[in-house]
């Protein structure tokens, strides 16, 4: 029993020391690297309550996101500057890029339209590319976004600036050259993924001595007329583009992995 009470006691009074000889130290609400490297100034202004603060919103790319989020925007946003940049010459994203024989879309055209902007007029199941990229052209021309998006402009550099707390962008003018910057508190990636095309792994693939185009980025001069042809996948691409140069080349082989399964554009 004596033992029991010396633990207890000598519990108790390596508490109090352990309290007494190391306090906790004093909380800190801040992040010492940030508030060691303000580069802005700081200012505080009085605004009635309820007043939303200007905001800047730069979006990457006019394809089918960018425009939505245009739309969106105008149509939602309340003092918000918003402007759009986009590396191509005109609107559309992949629908302006894609240019291949057959290109069109692999989803029911009615499914392939914005809610707030439907197309009754589609011309087939699976509408052709320059059917949709004009489509897109018209729901610009529609909600007057045309305004607001910088084509022709390449964004090479983005960079968070924690004291600002602003994104720094480096901008390239394609037509121009020049490189000038621009800033924003919101940064919206709408590039999309399939301008990131790429070869496959086959080997021996780049030693081949004939003309070598890959879909995603088609050569409009080509003539591949009574030419020996192969193209290999048969994705959304490789089935739309075998019926039309079917007619126009001497022999054309088509090399697939698995089969896939195929709707008639009715």
């Known amino acids: 029993m004596h033992n029991k009470q010396h633990v207890v006691g000598h519990s108790r009074r390596s508490l109090t020391t352990h309290a007494v000889t190391k306090p906790r130290p004093p909380q800190t609400h801040f992040r010492p690297e940030v508030s060691q490297n303000v580069t802005c100034d700081s200012t505080t202004e009085e605004h009635p309550l309820g007043t939303m603060r200007p905001v800047k919103v730069i979006s990457?790319?006019?394809g089918v996101s960018g425009i939505?989020?245009?739309r969106a925007l105008k149509r939602?946003?309340?003092?918000?500057?918003?402007?759009?940049?986009d590396k191509n010459p005109e609107i559309g994203g992949t629908w302006f890029e894609n240019c291949y024989p057959g290109c069109a879309s692999d989803d029911p055209s009615h499914n392939y339209q914005f809610s707030h902007t439907p197309n009754p007029a589609w011309s087939s199941l699976f509408a052709p590319g320059v059917e949709i990229q004009n489509y897109?052209?018209?729901v610009c021309s529609k909600y007057g976004l045309k305004d607001r998006i910088r084509l022709s402009h390449r964004i090479i550099r983005a960079e968070w600036n924690e004291g600002c707390a602003e994104w720094v962008l480096s901008i390239k003018n394609e037509v121009t050259g020049v490189v000038f910057e621009d800033r924003c508190h919101f940064l919206l990636n709408s590039g999309g993924m399939f301008n990131n095309w790429k070869w496959p792994d086959i080997k021996g693939l780049h030693s081949f001595k004939g003309d070598l185009v890959h879909t995603a980025k088609w050569q409009k001069d080509i003539d591949l007329k009574d030419k020996r042809v192969a193209v290999i996948g048969n994705g959304a691409s490789g089935v739309q583009i075998v019926p039309v140069l079917q007619q126009e080349v001497a022999k054309l082989s088509h090399f697939v992995r698995t089969k896939t399964w195929i709707s008639p554009n009715s």
């Open 60 to 62: 990457i790319g006019a």
């Open 76 to 85: 939602h946003g309340t003092n918000i500057e918003h402007v759009v940049y």
């Open 68 to 70: 939505n989020m245009a």
């Open 136 to 138: 897109l052209l018209d």
